[in-house]
């Protein structure tokens, strides 16, 4: 049967419209992806951010099953609960946290200069380790000529001396307001999330195309849902894992206990790479007590491990994700090669929103629309 002339014509039509639909849609994507680049690190504090909040506004509610009040009141409840435990933390044991901090750091570079000089003893390579700043250099060698006569160094000596005192003091200052304006930022922007949750939520949907809408609105409160129930149970996770290490190493006796409970357990909101960093820290700096204090510690590095993987893990968070180990671990490999500590620590989460909408879109279309209570 011939095909009319405007049946071609509308056909042809149509083959450049779809042409043109997707070049500007692969275009859009490439964008997306470039932006998504540039700007990862605004990114990710704005998505702790939003975690913040959806912890507050998880606690929050957690209290208005105990206590029926008012949302903003129960939220002002919790903010002020948390103030004083970080005031009384602060207040309380400010000192032992310092002078704690300041012996572990100590030890911990003592061991990484032994580490060093033990593996150089065994003709290991260690020139790719930076471990130079550990060493001692004030150290003379043996083949030395004897010291001169003093004198008085050159401006020039003066001036190079004093630019670099100046570079290294602008770093640290820099670091340091750089970290300060992060935790207000990821403060205000939590607090704000808490303060009115549907305010944004409706903000967020309004975006969507109204034929979405429906199902935007079931993909929001599923992830909404599912970060509440899994930084609930990672809370008493990480509460869990603080308290058994700073009382197993105080146990074993080992200095520094306290401040090693509290990296332990900040560590452990980091799956699996923070568990093994969190242990050799533990493991390395018990060695400076002797090998059986070593020894002991990491024998309580493997219990706290086995606590958090095989009995914790399972029972709080048996209902909140469900993402294969080795899944999770190279997710957060790849992530934290290419955007460094944030996208390790946010792997997770992240992941837990992906897993979301993967789940949502691979239901049946009947199941769609029930989410889970």
């Not at 032992?96 to 150089?120: C, G, P, R």
């Not at 003091?169 to 205000?188: M, N, Q, R």
Request: with cysteine; proline share 5%.
């Amino acid at each position: 049967m011939p095909v009319s002339t405007e049946e071609r014509l509308q056909a042809r039509n149509d083959l450049a419209w779809s042409i043109a639909v997707g070049g500007i849609g692969i275009a859009l994507f490439v964008a997306l992806l470039i932006f998504t680049w540039y700007f990862a690190a605004t990114l990710f504090l704005i998505f702790a951010g939003i975690l913040l909040g959806v912890a507050l506004n998880a606690m929050t509610g957690l209290l208005g099953r105990v206590v029926p009040l008012p949302q903003p009141l129960r939220l002002l409840i919790v903010c002020l609960t948390l103030a004083a435990m970080l005031v009384g933390i602060v207040v309380l044991g400010g000192t032992t946290i310092a002078q704690q901090a300041s012996v572990l750091s100590d030890t911990i570079k003592s061991q990484l200069a032994n580490l060093k000089t033990l593996l150089e003893g065994y003709g290991v390579d260690t020139s790719f380790f930076d471990l130079s700043s550990f060493t001692s250099t004030t150290s003379r060698a043996p083949d030395a000529p004897a010291a001169s006569t003093p004198h008085l160094p050159s401006a020039g000596t003066i001036a190079s001396g004093g630019s670099a005192i100046l570079g290294q003091t602008f770093k640290v200052l820099a670091g340091t307001l750089s970290a300060v304006g992060h935790f207000f930022i990821v403060l205000f922007l939590g607090l704000a999330f808490a303060v009115q949750p549907g305010v944004y939520r409706k903000g967020l949907l309004f975006m969507a195309p109204a034929k979405h809408r429906a199902r935007a609105t079931v993909i929001v409160d599923r992830i909404g849902y599912t970060l509440e129930r899994w930084l609930i149970a990672q809370i008493i996770t990480m509460v869990a894992v603080f308290l058994v290490t700073w009382i197993g190493l105080a146990v074993i006796g080992i200095p520094s206990s306290f401040i090693l409970g509290i990296q332990a357990g900040l560590l452990a909101f980091i799956p699996t790479v923070g568990a093994i960093i969190g242990g050799l820290i533990v493991v390395l700096a018990s060695l400076a007590s002797g090998w059986v204090a070593g020894l002991s510690a990491f024998i309580l590095f493997l219990g706290v491990h086995a606590l958090e993987s095989y009995l914790l893990t399972p029972i709080i968070q048996r209902h909140a994700l469900d993402i294969p180990p080795a899944t999770l671990f190279s997710f957060q490999i790849l992530l934290g090669v290419v955007f460094g500590i944030w996208g390790l620590a946010l792997a997770l989460p992240l992941m837990a929103v992906v897993k979301v909408m993967i789940d949502h879109f691979k239901a049946e279309p009947g199941s769609a629309g029930t989410v889970a209570a």
